[in-house]
């Protein structure tokens, strides 16, 4: 990585829970940083953050921020990125947008580079980070997409409050004191801040995870059903999703059902996991091995297990995927698109 | 209830997280109970239980102990049933067992009164409560499968640590204060206590309930795929589940989707629902209102929601299912099947 190529860095959203991950995944991962610039709400704006051996002052974010920038990584929810991606842009940055603002915008590339690293040069200055949720799902089932095409995929999620912000482990982590020394639990934050109603979390599970659309989907399971199609660019791949939130920190888990187009033996299948780029296969029911929220958390990789043919259905599997949701649900994979572009710039 | 009928009523395993809800049921129902009597390991005999205005010593389970029993119900584990019900049957006792030492069996009924509390008159002397995720979907799906018909059912479990008894609670409390004061949580109990591996249940997801078997799926799945066929008395049925505990005391949750026979309108699935015995229907999207493990716990109802449509197959529903697992799921279901021998009973 000698005369490499330095980059201006970009972190909207810096001290959130996912800008906090990807200002450190940048570190970790030697990413070419000339200047790096930390932006936030106002209210944040002048504490200090570090980088590697800089002391970083974290400045408000406006439509200005963004002279000299290369890379700008957005975190800071869609009504920012909204507001100021559109500048960013203009001042000559990529964008790599967490927020589902652009993510099903025809002309934006939805990418997980395991699955559609091709799209990333079809960017009009955005690229779009995926939802946590679907990220890890799609990871998983790509190898097995390419291989036997899949026709259905129907899933039920375990997700951690993580992903509802740094308020809502707080908020489990208030709840579930409350409800161990035998007071009531106050529900503030989930399932969703904006809205009127509460419940509560710890030791609980909320079949609601961000508001409800007019066909009794919630926005997060429309997510998962629209992106994946996106993603793997199939219109015709059928979808079903169920969100739940669950007392859990870090770590998305998925149980997932899918139909294959071909036949297939389930040793092939783990063989194809295990061999693929960025999963990792934990799938031995004699040792009980299988992926847990609690072995993925602060890892890089989605895990695999559970996987099993299916009963009534000999073309169907089922099987179980995590991953830390911060992680390669958000930071590690906007991190890895940066990758893709400092290279790819590097190259031209 | 005047000039009715008394009986002599034993419960086996009275001093078990299930044994206690049972007896605390006969007495809030009322039910017609001449002698009761306490049964339990060796360790636990000699200790007192309250009975409405009587104190009960706890006497230990042997075969002598069902002379004049008329109605034993069982729910010490399976061992403890194999040995000790083909001695009360003999000593004339209608066996209600809990355990799953008789659920498959051909001659035994498997009764969720909801359902097929027909079956109950063609007892030989012992009637088998379901697995507790099995009963709750059941009651729910029966109105469905009577007016559509049901072909398949794909279920992901959310289930409660007290279906694992009274030491797994303990150990999901004890660990959660230690994960939340900084410390190791020490896994001691689940997922299964007999087998040597163990994991944390606090703010995690287990993708284990039971043992494994060959094919991949844990005894808890298959409980779920072979009783719901058998409770149903439809070989046909297909039916896939992957059975989670998670860090919940009370209540299991169940993410369903099942695909009908016929063409069907979401409002008169609800109006079914609702209408249905047993059922609560608690599904307001716009108020967000749907079934919460913390809202079934100590109820006796199933509790059903998040009812709609699939997206891609027109024929199918996704709904959310919760029930508190020690009562409909375990002790109520027993003492609602009692209730029915003892109406028969009166009635003969």
């Given at each position: 990585m000698s005369n490499q190529k330095l980059f201006n860095v970009a972190v909207v959203g810096a001290t959130g829970a996912v800008g906090e991950q990807i200002i450190r995944l940048l570190a970790e991962r030697d990413f070419p940083v000339n200047e790096l610039k930390l932006l936030s709400s106002a209210r944040s704006a002048g504490t200090k953050k570090k980088f590697k051996d800089r002391e970083i002052t974290i400045e408000e974010a406006t439509?200005?921020?963004?002279?000299?920038?290369?890379i700008a990584l957005f975190s800071a929810g869609g009504d920012i990125s909204r507001k100021l991606v559109p500048h960013a842009v203009e001042q000559g940055a990529v964008c790599i947008d967490n927020?589902?603002?652009?993510?099903?915008?025809?002309?934006t590339p939805l990418v997980v580079p395991e699955v559609?690293?091709?799209?990333?040069?079809?960017h009009k200055g955005v690229i779009a980070n995926p939802n946590c949720s679907t990220i890890q799902m799609v990871a998983a089932l790509k190898p097995l997409y390419d291989r036997y095409g899949i026709s259905r995929i129907i899933v039920s999620t375990y997700q951690a409050v993580s992903g509802a912000g740094a308020k809502a482990i707080q908020e489990m982590e208030r709840q579930s004191k409350e409800v161990l020394e035998g007071r009531e639990a106050n529900p503030d934050i989930?399932?969703?801040?904006?809205?009127p109603v509460k419940h509560q979390i710890a030791f609980n599970a909320i079949p609601q995870i961000d508001k409800f659309t007019e066909n009794g989907f919630t926005y997060e399971e429309m997510k998962m059903i629209d992106e994946t199609k996106k993603i793997m660019s199939d219109a015709t791949l059928e979808v079903t999703a169920t969100c739940v939130r669950i007392p859990v920190v870090y770590g998305h888990s998925e149980s997932v059902y899918v139909e294959l187009k071909e036949d297939f033996e389930v040793a092939d299948v783990k063989s194809l996991l295990a061999e693929a780029p960025g999963i990792e296969l934990v799938d031995s029911p004699e040792e009980q091995l299988y992926p847990l929220a609690t072995d993925a958390a602060g890892k890089l990789e989605t895990f695999v297990g559970r996987v099993r043919r299916d009963l009534s259905n000999p073309r169907a599997l089922n099987m179980w995927i995590v991953s830390d949701n911060l992680l390669k649900g958000a930071a590690w994979n906007a991190v890895q698109i940066a990758e893709y572009i400092a290279i790819e710039q590097k190259e031209v």
């Open positions: 439509p200005e921020s963004f002279k000299g920038i290369d927020t589902s603002a652009f993510r099903m915008d025809p002309e559609n690293i091709d799209k990333i040069s079809e989930l399932p969703v801040s904006s809205l």
